[in-house]
T-cell receptor, first 113, second 112 residues
């Protein structure tokens, strides 16, 4: 079975600083997909970034980037120039082709003014 | 707007009752997923449907059931409700292989 581990239940960062959220996963598959979702206080689930396992290049979306280490089964999210609106719960997710999504337990991020 | 529609947005009901939550996936998405999120908790996977067929089952209680109809909308039925069933219930859909899950706004269920 696939598992996704987020070892940091809570984190905080000063506004405009950079923060990295950790995620590890366990799988025997070689082809899969990884995602980071953001859940702000409104509780809407919003996709932040996605990564295909077959791509070596790390995905980037504006201030959000990932460090994907396939051999280490690690998928961390870096948020640069943190903004107050980044305050949210962040979930890491894993998906095999055609299969269900496996979510981590989440990291609650607070951006401090 | 994710394109996934869930109704109702809020639901308050008494213990022992039965409710139905409805989900309309994004146009063309064949997969529908249901998740339960209790207060300050993570997402608990309940069940997945693909083109009308059950694809995967998670920690779904026997009191809960779901189905996906030919028009691809899905319903989650919760019966003999207990206080502990109070939660936010999300529906998500996805399309092509590797596509992300698009989430609805959720249905907030309160059992009193």
């Amino acid at each position: 079975a696939q598992t996704v581990t987020q070892s940091q239940p809570e984190m905080s960062v000063q506004e405009a600083e950079t923060v990295t959220l950790s995620c590890t996963y366990d799988t025997s598959e070689s082809n899969y997909y990884l995602f980071w979702y953001k859940q702000p206080p409104s509780r809407q689930m919003i996709l932040v970034i996605r990564q295909e396992a077959y791509k070596q290049q790390n995905a980037t979306e504006n201030r959000f980037s990932v460090n994907f280490q396939k051999a280490a089964k690690s998928f961390s999210l870096k948020i640069s120039d943190s903004q107050l609106g980044d305050t949210a719960m962040y979930f890491c997710a894993f998906k095999r082709t055609g299969n269900q999504f496996y979510f981590g337990t989440g990291t609650s991020l607070t951006v401090i003014p | 707007d994710s394109g996934v529609t869930q109704t109702p947005k809020h639901l308050i009901t008494a213990t022992g009752q039965r409710v139905t939550l409805r989900c309309s996936p994004r146009s063309g998405d064949l997969s529908v997923y249901w998740y339960q999120q209790s207060l300050d908790q993570g997402l608990q996977f309940l069940i997945q449907y693909y083109n009308g067929e059950e694809r995967a089952k998670g920690n779904i209680l026997e009191r809960f059931s779901a189905q996906q109809f030919p028009d691809l909308h899905s319903e989650l039925n919760l019966s003999s409700l207990e206080l502990g069933d109070s939660a936010l219930y999300f529906c998500a859909s996805s399309g092509r292989q590797g596509s992300e899950a698009f989430f609805g706004q959720g249905t907030r269920l309160t059992v009193v």
